[in-house]
């Protein structure tokens, strides 16, 4: 018995008041409740990236990623993006148990992705084979970031010897909740997105770089991340965009400089 709890929804404290007994509680954390945590002791942790965001909280670059990390002091598994610069070469010192992840072909004691499909070589009795997880056209939607998230969540249920086959039956039937690529509607041929849980750079610009050719809708707050490495990323694949809120300035800049015919 499993509660998905945290910034999902239900809290954590709903979930341990509530009269079912859970074998296993699931928690989403934010920056902000990592920076104040200090006593809890978890199985396994997934860092997903480490990338600009609430520097205006944190106060640095350097501070946001030391309150993420400080989730690993309380883990016994760390399940670690290897396709991130930032993590693999901040976690490099940390002694506990590390599975990294990625959409490379995994080495042994890692997870990854060989050919069509999702393999893992971290949770099997022989880290010299390969177990299948599931295939790529079977996590919706089929984007690499998806798939990224699909191979974090698979190595967190395994740690606590969820079998391949009932994550796989998960995966099969798993759709993002709202907000995330959500698509909206199809007319005339353009598909109408809405990724609003995209608040930060590296968000927006995976969600961006699942398609081919997009008007961007974007804006709000920068709270603190760099707009110029984000617009250098994405402007290949935009046709417009359409800015609103009160740092869509900072967006307009980076853009023109390294897109100046782009319609803003």
Same mark, same amino acid.
């Not at 069509?116 to 089929?142: H, W, Y």
């Given at each position: 018995?499993?509660?998905?709890?945290?910034?999902?929804?239900?809290?954590?404290?709903?979930?341990?008041?509530?009269?079912?007994?859970?074998?296993?509680?699931?928690?989403?954390?934010?920056?902000?409740?990592?920076?104040?945590?200090?006593?809890?002791?978890?199985?396994?942790?997934?860092?997903?990236?480490?990338?600009?965001? $609430?520097?205006?909280? $944190?106060?640095?670059?350097?501070?946001?990623?030391?309150?993420?990390?400080?989730?690993?002091?309380?883990?016994?598994?760390?399940?670690?993006?290897?396709?991130?610069g930032e993590v693999v070469g901040r976690?490099? $010192?940390?002694?506990?148990?590390?599975?990294?992840?990625?959409?490379?072909?995994?080495?042994?004691?890692?997870?990854?992705?060989?050919?069509?499909?999702?393999?893992?070589?971290?949770?099997?009795?022989?880290?010299?084979?390969?177990?299948?997880?599931?295939?790529?056209?079977?996590?919706?939607?089929?984007?690499?970031?998806?798939?990224?998230?699909?191979?974090?969540?698979?190595?967190?249920?395994?740690?606590?010897?969820?079998?391949?086959?009932?994550?796989?039956?998960?995966?099969?039937?798993?759709?993002?909740?709202? $907000?995330?690529?959500?698509?909206?509607?199809?007319?005339?041929?353009?598909?109408?997105?809405?990724?609003?849980?995209?608040?930060?750079?590296?968000?927006?610009?995976?969600?961006?770089?699942a398609n081919f050719s997009v008007i961007?809708?974007?804006?709000?707050?920068?709270k603190g991340a760099a707009m110029p490495?984000?617009?250098?990323?994405?402007?290949?694949?935009?046709?417009?965009?359409?800015?609103?809120?009160?740092?869509?300035?900072?967006?307009?800049?980076?853009?023109?400089?390294?897109?100046?015919?782009?319609?803003?």
């Amino acid at each position: 018995k499993v509660q998905a709890c945290g910034n999902v929804g239900t809290t954590v404290v709903e979930s341990v008041m509530s009269p079912e007994k859970f074998d296993y509680l699931v928690l989403e954390l934010s920056s902000f409740q990592l920076h104040w945590l200090r006593d809890a002791q978890f199985i396994s942790s997934a860092i997903l990236n480490i990338a600009d965001d $609430h520097i205006d909280w $944190h106060g640095s670059f350097d501070n946001y990623a030391n309150d993420k990390l400080s989730l690993l002091e309380k883990s016994t598994t760390g399940i670690l993006n290897g396709d991130d610069g930032e993590v693999v070469g901040r976690t490099s $010192h940390w002694l506990g148990r590390k599975v990294f992840y990625s959409l490379d072909t995994p080495a042994p004691g890692e997870v990854g992705v060989v050919e069509e499909l999702l393999v893992d070589r971290a949770f099997v009795a022989d880290p010299q084979e390969a177990a299948v997880i599931a295939e790529l056209t079977e996590i919706t939607p089929t984007v690499p970031h998806q798939v990224s998230n699909a191979l974090a969540a698979a190595s967190l249920a395994a740690t606590v010897g969820v079998s391949h086959e009932v994550i796989r039956e998960a995966l099969k039937t798993f759709t993002p909740g709202k $907000h995330r690529i959500e698509l909206v509607d199809e007319i005339g041929g353009v598909k109408w997105i809405d990724d609003s849980k995209a608040t930060n750079p590296h968000a927006a610009a995976a969600s961006i770089l699942a398609n081919f050719s997009v008007i961007w809708i974007a804006g709000g707050l920068a709270k603190g991340a760099a707009m110029p490495p984000l617009a250098e990323r994405v402007w290949g694949r935009l046709k417009a965009a359409i800015l609103i809120g009160e740092d869509r300035d900072l967006i307009a800049s980076a853009l023109r400089e390294v897109a100046p015919n782009l319609p803003i």
